[in-house]
């Protein structure tokens, strides 16, 4: 088996932005993920901060300096990259050698083993967080097959990764048709009447309230968050190490929320109150930094400070009350940008001041409940599904790239059917 080092595959592009545009979109170590670039919204380039220096081109790999084990890179599958400018805390990586195809080194560098590797080199490395340069990464190699193999094996993996993406685009579509449907229900208040009719549309009763300045059906009430739901406060994990490996959980901050439990995230004894644990389909709403709310979907764990976990009240359905979290956030990040804080911070006080409608019957919770229980349980199993498949594209490629394991080609009959 032949090997080579990542700088006789690729090289790490430097070439700086024109700034010919008065609008471009500026791409952070944020904005890429588990290998997609997200959609970067367009920012004035006067106002661009001075990490945002470099070119990209189509086919170009983005990979974070920061914390390799958070999974921070993505390709560049756009082919027109003018409207783009990069950190520099991004790698832009580019292959020369025509002896290794673009996918398999690429699934080579992100594997989760590779990761890690990296993610123990940065933290060894003395500065005020771990990364990785080029000059680091560029001695590692990687084996290097046929490139009629490399083909084989990236098409295997490919097929593994085809798929998650299709469950993350479902999962997007998902989020979408829950806030829409909430939207019809409990903004524009169209909810079925007892006829099965929209509500407001064909005539149901609206009356004005004074407390939001709008009008809402009849009956309803003007109530507080803390009414629908329980808002519990994660702990101070490092005050509850795990006695042993056989009794820990990983530890859920911001950056889990963000990135799922990986190499670098802590543990906490698995012995801690049953009100500070989360498992799968558990709503979480961080409260500091970054205000965020989220269905968790990244298998039991141990919740940390500055995240609720939030358990609905009484009758109030899971999806109704994520969905008024998520559509209260807006608010709550201008309370946040009003007291002119760096990092978005809410406290009880906000939650028991905030104010959102709730309707006078149950029914039309159940209602809600069964139109859209569907769509949250097949996020949350879809989330689950893509999750397996990156362990087991993780735990496969180093067999394949290692010969233990190997890819039948195609024009080779597997008809095992006649003996």
């Keep these: 088996m032949n090997y080579i080092a990542i700088k006789d595959i690729v090289r790490s592009v430097s070439q700086t932005h024109k700034f010919e545009k008065d609008y471009l979109k500026a791409v952070n170590t944020s904005d890429v993920f588990g290998g997609e670039l997200l959609d970067v919204p367009y920012s004035e380039t006067t106002s661009l901060k001075g990490q945002f220096k470099k070119t990209i081109q189509f086919n170009d790999i983005l990979f974070s300096e920061i914390r390799p084990a958070n999974r921070r890179f993505g390709r560049v599958n756009i082919k027109d990259t003018a409207d783009y400018v990069v950190s520099t805390k991004l790698m832009v990586l580019r292959k020369f050698n025509e002896d290794v195809d673009l996918d398999y080194f690429y699934y080579c560098l992100t594997n989760q083993s590779f990761l890690e590797t990296l993610q123990r080199r940065a933290e060894n490395r003395i500065g005020s967080f771990p990364q990785i340069t080029f000059d680091l990464l560029g001695d590692y190699r990687f084996p290097i097959p046929t490139l009629a193999e490399q083909k084989r094996i990236a098409s295997v993996i490919a097929n593994i ?25 409990f903004v524009q208040f169209d909810f079925p009447d007892e006829n099965g009719k929209p509500y407001k549309s064909s005539g149901g009763k609206m009356v004005w309230n004074e407390k939001i300045k709008r009008e809402i059906p009849e009956g309803w009430k003007i109530v507080s968050l803390p009414t629908i739901a329980t808002f519990t406060n994660g702990l101070a994990c490092q005050k509850f190490r795990p006695k042993s490996e056989d009794e820990k959980l990983p530890v859920i901050k911001i950056r889990e929320m963000r990135d799922g439990i990986t190499s670098e995230s802590e543990w906490v004894a698995a012995d801690i109150p049953d009100a500070v644990k989360v498992y799968d389909g558990d709503i979480l709403f961080s409260w500091s930094a970054s205000l965020e709310v989220m269905i968790w979907t990244g298998g039991e764990g141990g919740l940390n400070q500055h995240i609720f976990k939030v358990e609905p009240k009484s009758y109030y359905p ?16 201008g309370i946040a940008e009003a007291r002119k804080t760096t990092m978005g ?61 190997s890819v039948m080609p195609r024009e080779i009959n597997c008809d095992l059917s006649h003996g």
């Design 161 to 185: 990764d085809s798929k998650i993406r299709i469950n993350r685009e479902i999962n997007r579509n998902l989020e979408a048709m829950a806030r829409q449907l909430y939207d019809y229900w």
């Design 318 to 333: 899971k999806a109704f009350v994520y969905i008024q979290i998520l559509d209260y956030i807006s608010v709550f990040k």
């Design 345 to 405: 911070h809410i406290t009880q006080d906000h939650l028991n001041q905030s104010q959102i409608v709730i309707p006078a019957s149950k029914s039309i919770l159940q209602a809600f409940e069964n139109t859209i229980s569907p769509i949250v349980n097949l996020f949350v199993k879809l989330s689950q599904q893509s999750k397996q498949l990156m362990r087991q594209r993780d735990k496969l490629l180093p067999l394949l790239m290692n010969g233990q394991v």
